[in-house]
């Protein structure tokens, strides 16, 4: 029998939390490894990890599958292979599910990508963040403007029909200029998809350490915002549908597993550090390794009792309407009432839409942001919280 999409499908997270070289604005749960017998170690812990998660979901059927990292395409494309017919082989994956792989342009060569598509992953995600060789230096990436043209023609020559290239924004010394030459590039190579991020600098990081000791000047508010802008103006202009804060595709090319994430739908996480919102729980897989690999090899799944959320239904409303708001679509209060079995006005108070006027906007029953509470998207969301 052929299974087909329904609303109730959830998706399948797989952390691979390696990269060749730490960037320098990098908070993720990733570390510096070029060690192949560690990375093949980790992939038979992933694959165990897989086995054991379909035991605790056996029921649950997955519309959408995202390998993300860290870098998963540092993985030999045979682990790679083996992860994706581990998780088919347990899991319920229905035709036309949407399956991505997060990679590195330094990362993949033709041998890769022909593997990734005939192993079933039909969407590349290539880490870009700018075409411009000196941007690219300041933020520590491994690759050259080269690797990441060379990265998405491949892509394209492989036969991959929907490619994400992600850009980034706001970096010291990036110019209003080298920004939008940058993003110009990107459109003029037309990957169905651009995420746009806005620099932040997290402790922790060198970038952090570079700024506190004056060798960086972070970019200011203003030319953030300005940056962000121009590039909404440009991949509207360029046929581009602007459907979340930070993302943008050609129609029908919208992330179908990042849309779980803010339709409030059920997501299962593996792999180290991963998050899980399934079956009425959240919980995050262990951030150790060493924790991680002693949970497997007892055939457990690796989450300590701390790390199972214990939120309130109130928490559990806040978090819907934090990530719905996200969507330039906005949600609609019908859909929060019955998900939630309670009046939207009962549970937040009418005159914070008189106190967010000009922020967020009220069409009919939907809610959503307004260009300019795009700006202040986290201020506003605070307020549902
Ligand atoms: S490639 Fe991504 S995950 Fe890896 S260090 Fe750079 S930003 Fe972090």
């Not at 850009?167 to 920004?179: D, E």
């Not at 180290?272 to 995050?284: N, P, T, V, W």
Request: with cysteine.
């Amino acid at each position: 029998m052929t299974i087909t999409s329904s609303d109730n499908n959830i998706g399948l997270y797989v952390h691979v939390p390696f990269c060749l070289r730490k960037c320098r604005y990098c908070d993720f749960l990733s570390f510096e490894c070029r060690d192949d017998r560690a990375l093949h170690q980790y992939a038979n812990a992933l694959m165990r990890e897989i086995e054991t998660r379909y035991e605790e979901w056996p029921y649950k059927v997955v519309d959408t599958v995202y390998i993300g990292g860290g870098t998963p395409s540092i993985l030999s494309e045979t682990d790679m292979k083996h992860i994706m017919e581990c998780i088919t082989d347990n899991f319920t994956v229905v035709d036309g599910s949407e399956i991505t792989i997060e990679v590195n342009p330094a990362t993949i060569d033709e041998k890769k990508l022909e593997t990734y598509l005939a192993a079933g992953i039909n969407r590349i995600s290539i880490g870009t963040q700018s075409f411009d060789n000196s941007i690219l230096n300041m933020l520590g990436r491994v690759h050259n403007k080269n690797d990441a043209l060379n990265a998405i023609r491949l892509a394209k020559k492989a036969g991959f029909k929907n490619i994400n290239v992600d850009m980034m924004f706001g970096i010291p010394g990036q110019t209003l200029k080298m920004w939008r030459d940058s993003l110009r590039q990107c459109i003029f190579l037309r990957p169905e998809h651009i995420s746009l991020y806005s620099l932040q600098i997290e402790e922790g990081t060198p970038f952090y350490q570079m700024m506190e000791k004056g060798t960086i000047d972070p970019v200011s508010e203003n030319v953030d915002r300005t940056m962000y802008h121009d590039a909404l103006d440009m991949l509207e202009n360029a046929g581009y549908h602007h459907y979340e804060i930070s993302n943008a595709a050609l129609p029908g090319f919208e992330s179908r597993h990042n849309l779980k994430y803010w339709s409030y739908k059920e997501y299962l996480g593996m792999g180290l550090g991963a998050s899980s919102f399934i079956g009425g729980y959240r919980f995050k897989n262990t951030s150790s390794m060493l924790e991680y690999v002693n949970f497997i090899k007892q055939g457990l799944p690796p989450v300590k009792k701390e790390d199972v959320e214990n939120y309130s239904l109130r928490d559990e409303m806040g978090i819907y309407v934090f990530t719905a708001l996200r969507k330039r679509e906005g949600f609609d209060i019908r859909d929060f009432e019955e998900t939630f079995g309670t009046d939207f006005f009962y549970v937040y108070d009418p005159m914070l839409i008189t106190k967010l006027r000009g922020l967020i906007k009220m069409d009919g029953f939907v809610m959503k942001l307004t260009d300019k509470g795009l700006d202040v998207s986290n201020q506003v969301m605070a307020e549902f919280v």
